[in-house]
């Protein structure tokens, strides 16, 4: 891993990385969810990335040398998701993939557990407003989450 923020480019995912895209998902889960219940397997979440979420979302990857180190998938209103591996956090990375959404949406909404405090100083460091909890029944995870809202022009949090 580069020490040097300017070897991280922020690219738009390319069509033949739904793996590398669902490998960051899988690691920055283990490393910074480590409380979330393991639901699929490897298999299952390449699947999900290369049918669902690279057909419905704009996907942009952190890009160090070829490697994803992490990712940014959005769609009209709504980030589905953000990750990073391990030892790439607190670099603005995360900042600059999040900045492709705002880039592209004047409103954005987010699900974040409740759990995940990084996460969540983060989005609110960006903007994000929490609209609404939930005690995580209606989630796949059965953990309490937390609705975020970003409005483009407003300021809230920052």
Sequence with gaps: ???????IKIRRARSTEP???ASVFRRSRQAFLPYLPDLHTFEEDKA??????FRD?????ADEQQLVVGFCAF????????????GYTGR?????LIAKAQDHF???????????????????RNGFVRIRETDGTDCQEKMPDALYRWDAGVTAGL
């Design 1 to 7: 891993m580069s020490s040097d923020p300017c070897s």
């Design 19 to 21: 793996e590398a895209v």
């Design 48 to 53: 999900y990335f290369r049918n669902i979420v």
């Design 57 to 61: 979302c704009d996907v942009w990857v």
């Design 75 to 86: 769609k009209q209103g709504w980030v589905e998701h953000l990750y990073l591996l391990p």
């Design 92 to 96: 603005g990375i995360g900042r600059k």
């Design 106 to 124: 004047d409103h954005l909404q987010l699900w974040v557990f409740q759990a995940n405090v990084d996460a969540i100083a983060f989005y609110e």
